[in-house]
Structure formats: structure tokens, C-alpha cells
């Protein structure tokens, strides 16, 4: 039998104001800051008795191993001018229309050199899952398109193979900071596989419901974040 809680006036209280800064939320004028589909996921969890307590998040696996541990994958300086709709040597297979379709077939901004790493999907999750798991802000983990570009030609042989894909944050405004509450409203996802006859890119929106296995070993490139020195 399932355990019983009393339940007191003032956690009443605190459960109906909760319930109703969500529905504000929700039904702003000016557009909901929160994803009704993660609302809708969230409270579906809290139904059935799921909660994200210390225990069970520390008994959860983690979703990303490090595997480009000690190789240093330095993507050079770059003026931001190459964008991936324009790629056509280096995607050679297919590009996705939805590059042109959202905006994102044009220039972005200039980047210094950065360190990258590598990481493997080892468990189930969605983008937002996938890429919270990352370190750092959402700022911290976006590339250009021009970085993507130096990627899959300089560090090619890091490309997922088997027909498995390599996952990539991109800005769709690059002038414009991400808030860090509504990461999806200027982040895509981009995503590379490798076929016979060469490179295919792919874009999705960072809310994508879809679940990514942790099987099939997908990957993940990020900005490698540098220690600061106190």
C-alpha cells in the first residue's frame, strides 16, 4: 500500500500558489517563458509519484561520457562568414531546407580559437536533457555556424559513424544573448552523419520531444570550458 501524507493548511496553501504561477506563466499575453509540453511531461510525473529527489538524481546514470579526454581539438579563429546552407563542399550529401527556412542561411560573428571536446550520448534523453548535461551556461555551449563548418572538415575522424549522428548547439541570432530560462528560443540543434557519399546535416529545434538512445552512441561537441586561475 502506498504510503499516506497528512497534508496541512499551509502546504495547501503553498501546492494552489505554485499551480497558479504556472497558469500565469502559461497564459501570458505575451507568450508562455515555459514549455507546456515539459509542463504537461512534469506534471504527468508528479501524478504518478516521480520526483526528482538528491537520492534518486544521484542514483540516475549519467547521460554523456567524455571521450576526447587529453587530445587537444582546437578549432582555429574564424570571421564567422561560412554558414552551413552555403557549405555544399563540405555537406556535400544533403542540407537540410530548414537552415534557409529558419533564418540561419546567412553570416554570423567572428570567434576566437576554441578548445573542443567530445562527449558519447550514453543514456536515453532529449536534446533539453542531452544538452543541460553539458557544463556551464547555455551561453558557454554554442558554436558558430562558421565552427561547425572547421569541425567537420579539420576533425573529421571524430564524427559519429554507423550511420549514428554528432550533435552540435548553434545560435539562430548570434548577436542576440540566450536566456538562460528559454534556451530554445535561440538555440538549434545541428546534427551530422556520416553516409558513403559524404557529410548530411540535418538542424531541429533544442525542444524536439524525440528520444535520443543511449545505445547507439550519438555524439556531442562542445566548447571546452577552460579552469579559470585564482
Request: hydrophobic share 35%; glycine share 6%.
Amino acid at each position: 500500500m502506498a504510503t499516506k501524507f497528512s497534508v496541512t493548511g499551509d502546504q495547501h496553501v503553498s501546492v494552489d500558489k505554485k499551480v497558479f504561477d504556472i497558469k500565469r506563466q502559461l497564459y501570458s499575453k505575451n507568450g508562455s517563458p515555459l514549455n507546456p509540453e515539459s509542463v504537461i511531461s512534469a506534471l504527468q510525473d508528479i501524478v504518478e509519484g516521480k520526483f526528482r529527489t538528491s537520492e534518486n538524481l544521484e542514483a540516475q546514470p549519467s547521460l554523456l561520457k567524455l571521450i576526447s579526454n587529453n587530445e587537444n581539438l582546437m578549432i582555429e579563429a574564424s570571421d564567422g562568414k561560412a554558414y552551413i546552407y552555403d557549405a555544399k563542399k563540405t555537406f556535400r550529401s544533403f542540407i537540410d531546407e530548414d537552415f534557409k527556412n529558419w533564418g540561419l542561411n546567412k553570416p554570423g560573428i567572428a570567434t576566437p580559437e576554441t578548445l573542443v571536446k567530445v562527449d558519447e550520448i550514453v543514456s536515453d534523453g532529449k536534446f533539453l536533457d542531452i544538452f543541460r548535461a553539458l557544463p556551464g551556461t547555455w551561453n558557454q555551449k554554442w558554436f558558430s555556424q562558421d565552427q561547425v563548418i572547421e569541425f567537420c572538415e579539420t576533425f573529421s575522424s571524430w564524427l559519429r559513424r554507423e550511420g549514428n549522428t554528432t550533435m552540435f548547439l548553434c545560435k539562430i541570432d548570434e548577436n542576440k544573448i540566450i536566456e538562460e530560462d528559454k534556451p530554445q528560443d535561440n538555440l538549434v540543434v545541428v546534427s551530422v552523419r556520416v553516409g558513403s557519399d559524404g557529410l548530411r546535416v540535418y538542424v531541429y529545434r533544442l525542444e524536439c520531444v524525440s528520444v535520443w538512445y543511449g545505445e547507439y552512441r550519438h555524439r556531442v561537441v562542445s566548447p571546452q570550458l577552460i579552469p579559470s586561475v585564482t
